[in-house]
Each structure stands twice: as structure tokens, then as C-alpha cells.
């Protein structure tokens, strides 16, 4: 594929030299003229100095045959901007952006800008899964495919306790993947037993959530 990486700090910098190592073409640009002579003594004719979210920057960079378009700045807005114009105005079917500062993800959101990568909100999660008594994690969550993976425990008084997955009435459009127990995993099949204080794995539209959290003995 055609990439376009717009951000040359860390994150950029490492996420080239790995889809450079995939035999991607990947054209990354910067707007601070330090950082840019930095790496362009290792990018070279790879990296180019610009406003990314100026429309004859995108354009020279070649984004009328781009595949994909990876906002990773370290601003929030520039990356909105940048990931808006390149759908939008040139037809990019495939973006992604970094946001920085959780409390802007909603703003991604209302523009249909997915997915967003969130490295505060990938900790967090992280946090959440360490949590010995968590009920529900969001590990993934891709909203304009229709697919989230979630990680649930199952409580000690759970009605589904010593069933087996055939046995339990889940929502369509769900898949029980994996069963952490005591800290061993196992990828179970219609005649797995489930024990209160499992933790659960699934893949599921997001709108049967609420219908799977029931099914397991969570609630709604």
C-alpha cells in the first residue's frame, strides 16, 4: 500500500521503519523544520517539510493515490483536520488518528473519524484488565465496522456458573473467543463449563452488548 504519515515524532518515526520493514511506500511529513532535518538524514526523500493540514502539502505528498492516511501529530485538532480532508475531500477510505488528550475523543467521534488510537486510553484499559474485580473492559473497539472485543468476568453469583457455552443463551452476531482461569487460558468450545470469577473474552457487534453482559449474569 500507499501510506501517508503525518507526525514525525516517536510514534511516526517508529511506525515508518515498520511499514517500511512490510514493503510499504510511506511518505512522512513534518511541520517543525528541526525535527525534519532530523530525520530526513534517515528518511531522506521519504519525509517531507509542511502544514499537513494545508491542501497543496497533502497533494504534493501524493495523496490523490494514497491508501490510507495515519494522522499521529501531536495535536489533536491537526489530526482531526487532517484525517476530515483526506475522507472527505479526497476520498481516503482507510484513516487513522492519534489522539492525545482523552477528553477529545468525542470530537473524533462526531466527525466519524475512526479509528482513533489513544495511548492514555490503552493504559487505562491495561489498568482495567490488572484490576482484580473488573466486570467489563473495552480492549477494541472499531465502530464504523460494527465490532468490538471485550473482556468480561463472570461474577459469584452468576446464574450461568458450572453451564456449559452451549448451554447459554448468547446474543446472534457474538463470540465467546477465550476463558482466562487462574490465570491459564484456554480457547473454549460448546462443551466448556464456565466458573464464577472466569474471565471471559468475546468479539460482538457492539449493540448486543448489553444482551451479552445479561446472558452472562452482568446485568444490563
Known sequence: ??????????????????????????????????????????FEHRVQYGDASEL?????????????????????????????????????????????????????????????????????????????????VRLLDLESEKIEVIELRIPEDSPISGKRILEIETPDRTLLISVLRGGTGFVPDAESVLEAGDDILAVLDPAREDELKIALGLGG
Open 56 to 136: 497543496w502539502v497533502l497533494e504534493r505528498a501524493g495523496i490523490n493515490r494514497a491508501d490510507m492516511v495515519i494522522a499521529v501529530s501531536g495535536d489533536d485538532e491537526d489530526n482531526i483536520l487532517i484525517c476530515q480532508v483526506a475522507k472527505e475531500k479526497y476520498g481516503v477510505e482507510r484513516i487513522i488518528a492519534r489522539v492525545n488528550n482523552p477528553r477529545n475523543r468525542q470530537h473524533f467521534d462526531l466527525l466519524g473519524i475512526s479509528p482513533v488510537v489513544s495511548a492514555t486510553g490503552l493504559i487505562l484499559n491495561l489498568i482495567e484488565h490488572e484490576v482484580p474485580h473488573h466486570d467489563l
Open 1 to 42: 500500500m500507499y501510506l501517508i504519515v503525518v507526525g514525525a515524532g516517536k510514534v511516526g518515526v517508529n511506525l515508518v521503519r515498520e511499514l517500511e520493514v512490510q514493503k510499504h511506500e510511506v511518505t512522512l511529513i513534518e511541520n517543525s523544520r528541526s525535527r525534519y532535518n532530523t530525520v530526513e538524514q534517515e
